[in-house]
């Protein structure tokens, strides 16, 4: 019985269970207030990622099909005489 009073002492006196409970406390804290605000603001995230998919797909990845560098528009002609 001694030896677990001892035990439960010596570990009431280190401080590094303190501080590891405090970091973990901390995460906890941090990654609730990501889910939260995730959770929150779901909705304008998936329209905003569902835009940027689109776009992605028709402009970059047609570009890069085509060897394009966008959208440009190209004039020819020559002089005209006045």
Do not use: C, H, P
């Amino acid at each position: 019985m001694k030896a677990i009073v001892a035990k439960v002492s010596a570990f009431a006196r280190e401080e590094d269970g303190v501080a590891l409970t405090e970091y973990l406390i901390l995460l906890a804290l941090l990654v609730g207030g990501v889910i939260g605000t995730v959770t929150a603001a779901g909705g304008n995230l998936s329209q905003a990622w569902g835009t940027w998919g689109s776009w992605w797909m028709d402009e970059v990845s047609a570009d890069a099909v085509t060897g394009g560098g966008g959208t440009t528009t190209t004039t020819t002609g020559g002089t005209t005489g006045g």
